[in-house]
């Protein structure tokens, strides 16, 4: 089992500790670091600040949003960072949801598999440089066909020879078809909102993938790194009152009513009755409301919390579920050590 500092993407105002958990992270001997973005802060600028006062975390999106960029873009930020730390980038890709895709960068989210593919198939012919990048599919095409193209644009290799032709791309995925996708064509898996539990079914799904024709890797060399809250502490309750708007938040506040992918991944967990309360409260602006509804089952669900005993008997109950990165957060530098210490 390996550890990962998840630090996610920035509210309000820049978070001012985030140098020190990187350099933390880096010397308690964390695997990697990933940074995320919504509609605020961009995930790999802080991955470049930050990152360049550490010496062996891998530095990782956890997600960069695929409409945010287009697919050569994202390849150009990758291979420079990959670059400038020493070849310890992580690619990770995510498709977002319909309100954020269609409402802040202005595109379609529909065939979201369809366009993963050619997404990460573009990317990695940039990696590759063996042939000018060129795509025909239905959502990218290189070069440009429209009507109004003016015929010019020929298909290009990147400038800068990239430092690893195999930079790991890993995709976030909660629904069965992106977790099979994920298996097939990346180099890991970034699970959120999803149970050991549930280890039997999203294997079998993973599975699935690593039996496709071509599939990139298989269960030996592919990395299932979950988002997991995890908390060493003698006082578990404190931190449960934490989680529970959170938790409340992705359950019932997310995406829209109708489409909401985490409310979704939870109903998988066997919490129907209790997603459809939150989201009527939180729905209501009864926010406080909905989070009081969430229970501590359903956060233990997702969540490791405990003195350090019950967390190792746990860690190792993820580690036989088939998960081989837990990507924690922290707050500070001694709780960093304090997970370092496992």
Known sequence: MRFALSLGYWGAQPPTNHA????????????????AESWGSDAFTPLAWYGSRTKNIKLGTAITQMSARTPTNTAMHALTLDHLSGGRAILGLGVSGPQVVEGWYGQSFRRPLART???????????????PVSSEGKAYTLPYPGEDATG??????????PLRADLPIYLAAEGPKNISLAAEIA????????????AEQYNEWLDEGFARPGARRNRED????????????????????????????????????????HADAIRRMGYDAEV?????????????????AVPDEMIDEVAIIGDEEYVRSEVRRWEEAGVTTMCVSAGSAAEIQAIGRL
């Open 152 to 161: 010019l644009g020929k298909s290009l290799k990147p400038i800068v020879h």
């Open 187 to 198: 180099d890991g898996w970034l699970g959120f909102l999803a149970s050991p539990k549930q």
């Open 276 to 292: 459809e309360r939150i989201t009527e409260l939180f729905r209501t602006g009864r926010k406080d409301e909905a989070a009081a």
């Open 20 to 35: 020190e958990l990187f350099e933390a992270a880096d010397e308690a001997g964390f695997d990697a670091v990933y940074t």
């Open 117 to 131: 593919r050619e997404y990460v198939d573009i990317v990695r012919q940039v990696f590759a440089r063996e042939a």
């Open 222 to 261: 592919f990395d299932v790194a979950f988002q997991a809250m995890l908390h060493v502490t003698d006082d578990p309750a404190s931190i449960y009152d934490a989680y529970r708007p959170f938790v409340a938040l992705y359950a019932g506040g997310m995406g829209s009513e109708e489409t909401n992918f």
